[in-house]
């Protein structure tokens, strides 16, 4: 199932490690509170309760603090102290006393839990995994999650629509020369990044639904997949223990 391709992907690990280490902010469409509280917002209806939530790669805890008024107990995680530093002083500013922050990373982080989740969540992180590490992650989660609880992976890169939205074609300045230019632009950037063996894209790797469901079910999960409300080349992939 994981090709030679899977192992290309993990010598790249480090590349995210270096360049979320000094990061401060999630990389939002906008930072305004405004638009935060928005995405926010359409994350909590597809979260759908629940008591007790890990938001795994956490980042500056921007979607953090507006989950916090809807539950009891929150555990944030991210492998970048400076997102985590950020994360802590907006917690600090929102009085949010029911959220605690963990340093760790996909592989670590599972030691490090106490206690299990109704909710565990990923808001545009899955797409720095592999789809072994994927896999690892949901085999993880799985066993920290409580009995009728959801893991809910948001804003994953489509691999469909993605390379479509980068070369303009939904761009309101879309026309024949400017696309013919993103793809010129483009082919330069992928070229450069495998001669440096780094990744082709910041945002991550695009994940195809059908490989998601295909690790969910392995772990007897039924998986529901809906379109990002605010980022039209992504899916959220909701994930949850088979009834009955
Ligand atoms: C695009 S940001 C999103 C942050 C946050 N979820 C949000 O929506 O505002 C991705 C975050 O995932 C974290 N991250 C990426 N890969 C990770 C890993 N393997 N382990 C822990 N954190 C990771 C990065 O440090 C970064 O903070």
Redesign the pocket.
Same mark, same amino acid.
């Given at each position: 199932m994981f090709g030679e391709n899977e192992k290309n992907l993990s010598k790249q #690990?480090d590349f995210?490690?270096e360049?979320?280490a000094g990061?401060r902010?999630? =990389?939002?469409r906008s930072s305004a509170e405004e638009f /935060?509280s928005m995405?926010a917002r359409e994350k909590l209806f597809h979260l759908d309760g629940g008591k007790t939530l890990l938001?795994?790669?956490?980042?500056?805890? *921007?979607? /953090?603090v507006y989950y916090a008024p809807e539950y009891e107990k929150m555990i944030g +995680?991210?492998?970048?102290a400076s997102?985590l530093d950020e994360a802590s002083k907006r917690i600090r500013e929102r009085k949010c006393r029911n959220i605690s922050l963990i340093q760790?990373?996909? #592989?670590t +982080?599972w030691n490090k839990l106490e206690c299990s989740f109704d909710r565990i969540t990923?808001?545009? +992180?899955i797409?720095?995994?592999t789809l072994q *590490?994927i896999d690892n992650f949901i085999f993880n989660a799985s066993s920290c999650l409580n009995k009728g609880g959801k893991i809910v992976l948001?804003?994953i890169l489509d691999p469909r629509l993605y390379p479509l939205w980068k070369i303009g074609l939904f761009s309101q300045d879309a026309s024949f020369w400017n696309i013919l230019r993103k793809i010129g632009f483009e082919f330069k950037v992928v070229l450069a990044a495998s001669l440096n063996n780094r990744p082709r894209d910041i /945002? =991550?790797f695009a994940h195809n639904p059908n490989a998601i469901k295909k690790v969910a079910d392995k772990y007897s999960f039924e998986t529901t997949f809906v379109k990002s409300m605010y980022y039209e080349y992504k899916y959220h992939a909701i994930i949850e223990q088979t009834k009955g």
């Open positions: #690990k995210w490690i360049f979320f990061r902010d999630g =990389g939002h /935060l995405e938001d795994f790669g956490c980042g500056a805890g *921007e979607l /953090l +995680v991210d492998f970048s997102m760790a990373d996909d #592989k +982080v990923a808001a545009g +992180v797409q720095y995994l *590490e948001f804003d /945002l =991550g």
